[in-house]
Nanobody, 128 residues
Framework: QALLVESGGGLVQPGGSLTLSCTAS????????IGWFRQAPGKEREGVSC????????DYADSVKGRFKISRDSTKNTVYLQMNSLKPEDTAIYYC?????????????????????WGQGTQVTVSS
């Protein structure tokens, strides 16, 4: 069974760091466009960072540029989201998604909800 599993969420103080992992089973992430999304209570889902194309083009939401970094480890079939200088407004459930259309930038795609695979989400809470 193909699925995505996120991990690495937790409680962190403002200014702290966390690294989220998104591990795939049943398929290779190397052939998929990847996206990290988040949803805070009462807010719409937001594309945070995406990775797409054979050139591994990356995209970031303006709110996280310079603080978050997306990366891929093909040997572990895992995509990471390194989050630094965290702020209370980063508090949300974080999801990863993958789609077989490698050229698809899920962060800017209004139909990202129909990405082929979604993880179950991991909670990130930034609070003192």
């Amino acid at each position: 069974q193909a699925l995505l599993v996120e991990s690495g969420g937790g409680l962190v103080q403002p200014g702290g760091s966390l690294t989220l992992s998104c591990t795939a089973s049943g398929f290779s992430l190397d052939s998929y466009a990847i996206g990290w999304f988040r949803q805070a209570p009462g807010k719409e889902r937001e594309g945070v960072s995406c990775l797409y194309s054979i050139l591994d083009i990356v995209d970031y939401a303006d709110s996280v540029k310079g603080r978050f970094k997306i990366s891929r480890d093909s040997t572990k079939n895992t995509v990471y989201l390194q989050m630094n200088s965290l702020k209370p407004e980063d508090t949300a459930i974080y999801y990863c998604a993958a789609d077989s259309a490698l050229l698809r930038n899920l962060c800017t795609d209004n139909d990202s909800g129909n990405a082929r695979y979604w993880g179950q989400g991991t909670q990130v809470t930034v609070s003192s």
